[in-house]
């Protein structure tokens, strides 16, 4: 079966516990959201993936093979973060080639054709680049990297606008031409909640929920109005959370909504509020 | 074209309506080739597989046809089809929620058909 799967995973450091038991699979070529608050512990899970950290306990395996210290599975994932793993003493052309001998499938036309795309200086140094900038280099060596798992960690920070909406688009558009597998970790999820087919949500180290976006909205709903009427509609229902101004109440519910009475308003609630109400304390 | 990705109609059905509206406008015509799903899901910021569901909805309802390895086409008749559909759901989208809302703020028949016929 080809995807990551994560089994009983666990990393705690000295007093806290960053990853505690998530098992779930990231199935091949899908793009994934995965979502998370400060903390949550999204580099954490990326970078234990991606074996820069190990494993308190539990396993990885990718497409079924074991990845602690296996060259062959790591050669398949291609991590973006903040971080720099780039050399930033080197132009962005030398950084092409030397990814190139580790990722031996990195298309480099494909990344001069972006770098183009986004008018970034190949002739300079990576360290003399802006923040903005030096955050595209990497999202192009990633997008180049012609890995089966590709892992972006907060990709847009830095971004102006007008990157951003080019970064997403070509991000779609690498993914119809070669179907890998795209995981972005973020916190603007408005931005990209019609990007993902499948959203990873945890909180405090656990998993939330693993689910097709799709079935997460469906599944949910917002029913507004007076407090005592919401009150008395939810009662027995599961309610994931709420938000009261003056006597006007709204409440994020699971399941689908049925016998609505009157004086109360049905409305979908967006990924991000869905998110917030999930991971509130 | 613009996804609300906060509305009710799932995305796949909004970019569905948009392409039905395309094809009853005229903008695309019978015969003529629609847009890639990787061209619309780029354009749109949205997955592929769900471009691919909603075009997927007209395909069934046989508005476009898939030539192998040509692309997608408006088939012939569509307009008609479409027009027929929309007739039929025209009542329930429109007529309904009218009524819901003339009878909120207490309009008559009268008053409803003053303002049919000065529109």
Redesign the interface.
Known sequence: MRGIELKNLTKHYKDTKALEDVTLTIEYG??YGLLGRNGAGKSTMVNLISNRIFPTSGEIFVDGEMSIENDEALRKIFTMSEHNLLPVDRKFKDAVKLVKEFYPELDDDYAFALAEKFELDVKKKLMSLSTGYSSIAKLIIALASGADYIFFDEPVLGLDPNHR?LF??EL??R???TGSTFIISTHLI?EC?????KAIIIDKGRLVTAEDT?KI?ENSYTVTGPAELVDKYTAGKTVVGSDTVGGIKSAYVKGKAENVPQGLEI??A??QSLFIQMTND | MQ?N????K??FVQLADWLSDSIISGAIKEGEQIPS??EM??????????ALKGVNMLVDKGIIYKKRGLGMFVSQGAVETLKKQRQSEFFGEYIKTMLDEAAKLGLTKKDIIELIERG
């Open positions: 899908k793009i909406e997403y688009k779609i558009d993914y119809a031409n408005d909640a019609g990007l993902i087919e799709d909205m409305s979908k967006s990924l | 996804i990705f906060e509305s009710e799932p995305i799903t990787t899901s780029v354009s749109l910021k949205i997955n592929p597989a769900t």
